[in-house]
């Protein structure tokens, strides 16, 4: 349980669409659901965009974490010590839960030794996992202000409200691949197909080529962090 306040960007790619975040409150993570918030101005919206949410943030605890079976824990699930036996999503090695009273509940290396990549992996793995059996995903609510320019040089501003919505997925799966892309989801609610990524550290911004094979797509991409 934490308090943070976070920067959000928001990139539209494909049909040259940018949104702007200029304020972003401060968010309070419970358990396991973050609730944010924000206002952004846009020159352009398309449907077929690529959205990229990019939050930046430190010091993330590592909350997930796979048994020697692969079913995967949070941490409030678990009992203090090595009794779920869960293990690394990384690199395989055996986890302690940490359950005290006086920090945030979290597990570590058995050895001391945490792993660079643990905590990645595991928020990788529990955001498919999440969307794979919901089925399920919630749009935020924004705020879009738009401003032109006419052929005499006057301005023109008009702001779109989006609503938050949530989206029932009539299927959904993992690492499909769709030619030379293999999108982490692939969902589709009522003919309408979403490539999903999750993101932790590696964002699809960073990647020119797989940014470009995805908007040549032109299917609806949503970017998770």
């Known amino acids: 349980h934490c308090s943070a306040a976070a920067s959000l960007d928001i990139i539209c790619r494909g049909q040259q669409d940018v949104l702007h975040i200029h304020e972003v409150p401060s968010m ?23 959205v990229s949410c990019q939050l930046h943030d430190t010091a993330v605890p590592l909350t997930f974490a796979p048994d020697a079976q692969g079913v995967l824990h949070h941490i409030d699930d678990v009992a203090n010590g090595l009794a779920c036996k869960c293990m690394c999503a990384a690199c395989g090695s055996r986890l302690i839960a940490k359950c005290g009273s006086e920090r945030v509940h979290h597990f570590a290396h058995e050895s001391g030794n945490e792993c660079a990549y643990g905590v990645e992996t595991a928020l990788h793995l529990a955001a498919k996992e999440l969307l794979l059996r919901t089925a399920q995903f919630t749009l ?21 409200e989006l609503s938050s919505r949530t989206i029932a997925f ?19 609610s009522s003919g309408q197909t979403y490539l999903i990524e999750i993101a932790v550290t590696h964002f699809v911004a960073s990647e020119p080529e797989k940014l470009s094979r995805l908007a040549k797509m032109q299917c609806a991409t949503i970017e998770i962090d």
């Open 140 to 160: 935020p609510a924004m705020t879009i202000t738009e401003t032109a320019v006419d052929s005499q040089g006057k301005k023109h501003d008009a702001k779109r």
């Open 170 to 188: 009539d299927s959904v799966e993992s690492e499909v691949r769709l030619g030379r892309v293999v999108p982490d989801i692939v969902a589709v």
């Open 28 to 50: 309070h993570w419970g358990r396991r659901r973050p609730a944010f918030c924000w206002d952004a101005t846009s020159t352009r919206f398309a449907n077929n965009g690529i």
